[in-house]
Structure formats: C-alpha cells, structure tokens
C-alpha cells in the first residue's frame, strides 16, 4: 500500500466517524419523549426536559388568537395549563386531541413551540362505509 492509499484510507475512515457522529448528535437532539399528560405530571424527572404532551384540550380556560393560544390540557386525571405561540391549526379547539411540544417554565405553565391536532377520523379502523377523499368506497 503506497502513502497515498494510506493517506486516503485514514481520510476516508475520518469522514465517515464525522458524518456518523454529526448524523448521531441530530437524531438524539430530534429525539423527544412522547407521553400522556398524567405521567408528566406525576414524574418529576420530565419536567426539566423538552417533551411531548399528549392530552385534550379542556373546555374551561380556554383562549385562542391569531398567533397565540392558552388553554388548559387534560389527561385521564391530571392536567397542565399551556401557552402556545405561532400558527394554530384550523383544526384546534376546545375538546379536541392535541400534541405540544415545548418544555415547562418556572411558574408551571408548559411553553409549547409545536402545536398538533389530532384527526380522530384518521386513527379509527378501516369500514367497508367509509370512503376515501375522492369519494369512493375503500
């Protein structure tokens, strides 16, 4: 094997190890836990940490502007008060199955910087009623 090969084999062997590891770093930052309202209450050791809330939209306290949203999620027993700021999906509103993102701030309110509704429709199991968005039965 000539210094040359040897050059190209140790530079080649370099780039892979940092495309690996830069590759690695970005899936662990994009990584967030997803749990139920509930667990993250009850658990301390999430409430320091970016996650992702799953709950429903409480019917009381209950705002929702242009580009800001408070209100008031709930789980099978607990609940956390949210504040939202951006886009709000056409579909948000109160009773309605929601995802956030964010992390809780120092006065127990939960900074959310995604905002996700759920289509109930979408998670439901194929009928032979059903039909698809051109019309047709499935």
């Not at 658990?43 to 996650?51: A, G, L, N, P």
């Not at 956390?80 to 056409?90: A, E, F, L, M, N």
Request: charged residues 20%; hydrophobic residues 40%.
């Amino acid at each position: 094997m000539t210094t040359i090969q040897k050059k190209l084999l140790v530079a080649g062997i370099a780039l892979v190890g940092a495309v690996s590891y830069l590759a690695l770093a970005g899936m662990k930052s994009g990584w967030v836990y997803f749990m139920e309202v509930d667990q993250f209450v009850s658990d301390r050791q999430f409430q320091t940490q970016r996650v992702r809330l799953h709950g429903k939209v409480s019917e009381q306290n209950f705002s929702a502007t242009n580009l800001q949203a408070d209100f008031v999620m709930v789980g099978k027993s607990k609940s956390i008060p949210v504040s939202y700021h951006g886009v709000i999906p056409d579909m948000f509103q109160k009773g309605r199955e929601v995802v956030v993102e964010g992390r809780l701030d120092s006065a127990g309110t939960f900074k959310a910087d995604v905002l996700m509704t759920k289509c109930a429709s979408k998670y439901e199991p194929n009928s032979p009623h059903k039909t698809d968005a051109g019309g047709a039965k499935s």
